[in-house]
């Protein structure tokens, strides 16, 4: 709330303005006055200019001063006091129309049409404050429509950018920036902050995208190598898993058989053996030495299972345990390392 205080330079207004800076601090944005153009004195009391505008200072508010002749008709009062009280009012709807933040400029008008709302009367038709109404609702309305705009080209951008990011298609989020562009200036610039923020956001998108491109590029690349190598360790890898649920059971001292561990033991040691033969690509040589070493320890265990059997040590059964335990988990390892090297990249969330 702003008041542009009638001043009459006496005590009565002096109190007046008192009163409201106690009660409403910040409120009084200016003091209104009329001058005896005769006299070049305050109409009211008589006081000089340069008393006037000393109390002025001594406020520290602006002085608005309306000039009116001696013995000033009513109606001459009347509308060159109208014209000063317009003036305050434009001042409102200009600052409404400089102000940067298209948020504040909203709030400004609002504020504008709520103090004017009593001029939507027969009474008032014809009237600067009618006009002022008006103009503030019709800029009132062009915000929002702007508003409106911008906020449907950011979902129609962040929707059609969110599509193209899982493509990797780096091609069309740069179509979706200069469409973001050429949309900001069909509209003028209305919206700079929020195309900004706008254009950043598109930009992180855009730069996943060309890190996924990257990512998807690298991958086809090695593709054909990669399932070679797949093709290569399929027999001995094969040979591992068949005995997963034997080196379970020794994990956890609940047998298998002897007949059971000497096949344990055989196919460990053909896995171990088959799989040492295989040159395995770089990127994928730590879990195949991995894979190999988990094979390696699953021979051991079956061997000390066996060991344990024959001479009814538990100290060389937990050994064995302990051996089958290390196997699974290389085991495991290995292959979701294997699968997660070998498989197709995917978009960043």
């Known amino acids: 709330m702003k008041i542009l205080l009638s001043w009459s330079s006496g005590k009565d207004s002096a109190w007046t303005l008192h009163v409201l800076n106690r009660q409403h601090p910040g409120a009084v944005a200016a003091l209104l006055t009329t001058i005896n153009e005769a006299f070049d004195r305050v109409a009211m009391h008589g006081v000089r200019r340069d008393v006037l505008e000393a109390q002025a200072r001594s406020a520290h508010l602006p002085l608005r001063v309306v000039s009116i002749p001696d013995g000033c008709?009513?109606?001459?009062?009347?509308?060159?006091?109208?014209?000063?009280?317009?003036?305050?009012?434009?001042?409102?709807?200009?600052?409404?129309?400089?102000?940067?933040?298209?948020?504040?400029?909203?709030?400004?008008?609002?504020?504008?049409?709520?103090?004017?709302?009593?001029?939507?009367?027969?009474?008032?038709?014809?009237?600067?404050?009618?006009?002022?109404?008006?103009?503030?609702?019709?800029?009132?309305?062009?915000?929002?429509?702007?508003?409106?705009?911008?906020?449907?080209?950011?979902?129609?951008?962040?929707?059609?950018?969110?599509?193209?990011?899982?493509?990797?298609?780096?091609?069309?989020?740069?179509?979706?920036?200069?469409?973001?562009?050429?949309?900001?200036?069909?509209l003028e610039g209305g919206r700079p902050a929020d195309v900004a923020a706008l254009l950043a956001t598109l930009d992180v998108k855009l730069d996943a995208a060309r890190r996924f491109r990257l990512a998807l590029d690298a991958w086809a690349l090695r593709t054909e190598i990669l399932k070679g190598y797949w093709a290569r360790v399929r027999f001995g890898l094969d040979q591992f898993l068949a005995v997963r649920e034997w080196l379970s059971d020794v994990r956890q001292l609940a047998g298998p058989s002897a007949g059971a561990l000497r096949q344990l033991s055989e196919r460990a040691a053909v896995a171990q053996r088959e799989l040492g033969k295989v040159q395995p690509p770089p990127e994928v040589a730590a879990p195949h030495s991995t894979l190999v070493a988990a094979a390696g320890m699953a021979v051991r265990a079956a061997t000390s299972r066996l060991a344990a059997i024959r001479s009814g040590s538990m100290d060389t059964a937990w050994e064995a345990s302990s051996a089958a335990a290390g196997s699974l988990l290389m085991l495991d390892q290995a292959i979701a390392e294997l699968r997660r090297i070998t498989h197709e990249p995917q978009p960043a969330r």
């Open 73 to 186: 008709p009513n109606a001459v009062y009347e509308q060159r006091m109208g014209a000063a009280v317009a003036a305050a009012r434009l001042i409102g709807l200009a600052a409404a129309r400089v102000t940067p933040e298209p948020a504040q400029r909203t709030a400004l008008l609002r504020a504008i049409l709520d103090v004017l709302a009593p001029t939507d009367r027969p009474e008032f038709k014809g009237s600067w404050m009618e006009e002022l109404r008006l103009r503030a609702t019709g800029e009132l309305a062009a915000e929002v429509r702007i508003d409106t705009a911008y906020a449907d080209l950011r979902t129609r951008a962040l929707a059609r950018a969110a599509v193209l990011q899982k493509r990797a298609d780096v091609r069309g989020l740069q179509g979706v920036v200069q469409w973001v562009l050429a949309q900001d200036a069909r």
